[in-house]
Each structure stands twice: as structure tokens, then as C-alpha cells.
């Protein structure tokens, strides 16, 4: 996991890209809101800065290739997440596809949590424990009933939080997408769908080579 406070000097103005743009849409069965591409330039840019620190801190030395970035929000009630969204997720088994997560909204609007599932000790999913690992899930599922229609904020019954990192206006985190975790939020969290005001961040998918 890397933190980095202060990563972009214009967050203002990247706020206001978003705030203009009028096509946000589901684009995604785990994430509990919107999305809307954000600006090429800003991908290539905050890529180009970042990477002597992703390689130096996740062992890679070559090519990163912007896969996705996109402005998101989040705007689904709780009584509204469907089961995916009521526990972890990974994105991808893949060790070299990376996730950059840039906060442009501060820490009224919770954070970002990391998980351990408990009867597997799988904190990361892997082309090796994947199918055991959503076995477990469904089987667990399927005898305890789906979890209540809430956002995972702390511990449950099957998993474990591990690590939880607060929105802090203008920080990044940068992770291995297939680390189990999700978003959290406060106890009595409004999805606030205005860009200016609501849980906005910035999602950019990256690919590294060697």
C-alpha cells in the first residue's frame, strides 16, 4: 500500500471537470454509484508522476498502462446496495494491475477499507485461490443469508478489516487490485450525488510490466 498526501496541484480545478461533466452511469456490479471518464490528460500526467514511486515500491520496472480512470461517486443508498456491494471486492487476480485512488473529497465521506476473509485467510485473491475463495463466499452466504443491505464498515462475521484508510482530500492510495476491500462510510451516510459536495474520487486502473 502506498499513501500520498497532496498528489495533484489542481484538485480544485479537477472537481470542476467532473462538476461539468453530464454522463455518469453505472459502470460497475461492485461499486455502489456512478462513473464518468475522467480528463486522458490527468491519467497520462498523475501515471507519468507516480512512476518511479509504483515501481520502486511494488518491485516493477517497466511500462504502466492506463487501463481506466474514471470520476466516481458514490449516489446508492444503503438500503439499496445490492449483495456484491454489501461485501469485499477484488478487481482483477491479475499481480500486475494496480488501482490509484485519488480522494477529491475529505473525511465526512469515510474511506477505504482492506479485508481478511476469516475461515480462508484470504486477503488477496489469486488465479490459485479464486475458485476456493468464492466457494467459501457462497457457501457461507447460502447458511447465513445474505448480509443486511448496509456498506461494510468494520468487521463481520466473515470478514475481518485489516487495514482503513480515511478520505483525505487531495491523498491517493495506490494498491494491487486483487487485495479484498470496499468502500466505507459513516454511520447515517447520504449519497450525495454533486461532484462539488458528495464522496468524489478519481478510480485510474494501471497495468505495469516487469
Known amino acids: 500500500m502506498v499513501v500520498i498526501d497532496n498528489v495533484w496541484p489542481e484538485p480544485q480545478a479537477l472537481i470542476e471537470a467532473a462538476a461539468a461533466k453530464s454522463d455518469y452511469s453505472v459502470r460497475s456490479l461492485y461499486y455502489p454509484g456512478v462513473r464518468s471518464s475522467a480528463p486522458p490528460e490527468y491519467a497520462r500526467a498523475i501515471t507519468s508522476q507516480l512512476r518511479e514511486l509504483i515501481h520502486a515500491s511494488f518491485g516493477f520496472s517497466g511500462d504502466l498502462t492506463i487501463t481506466d480512470s474514471t470520476f466516481s461517486l458514490v449516489v446508492t443508498p444503503a438500503d439499496k446496495l445490492v449483495a456484491f456491494q454489501r461485501v469485499p471486492h477484488f478487481d482483477s487476480t491479475d499481480p500486475n494491475r494496480l488501482a490509484l485512488l485519488h480522494y477529491l473529497c475529505g473525511p465526512q465521506h469515510g474511506g477505504t477499507s482492506f479485508y481478511r476473509h476469516r475461515s480462508t485467510g484470504i486477503e488477496a485473491v489469486t488465479d490459485e485461490n479464486r475458485e476456493h475463495y468464492i466457494k467459501a463466499v457462497n457457501a457461507e452466504a447460502k447458511a447465513g443469508g ?7 464498515d468494520d468487521h463481520t462475521e466473515m470478514f475481518e478489516r485489516i487495514a482503513q484508510y480515511k478520505c483525505t482530500f487531495n491523498g491517493a492510495l495506490i494498491y494491487r487490485g486483487r487485495i479484498l476491500h470496499s468502500v ?11 461532484p462539488r459536495s458528495g464522496r ?7 497495468l505495469a510490466q516487469g
Open 146 to 152: 445474505v448480509p443486511p443491505p448496509r456498506f461494510i
Open 184 to 194: 466505507n462510510t459513516p454511520a447515517g451516510f447520504v449519497p450525495d450525488p454533486h
Open 200 to 206: 468524489l474520487t478519481v478510480n485510474t486502473f494501471l
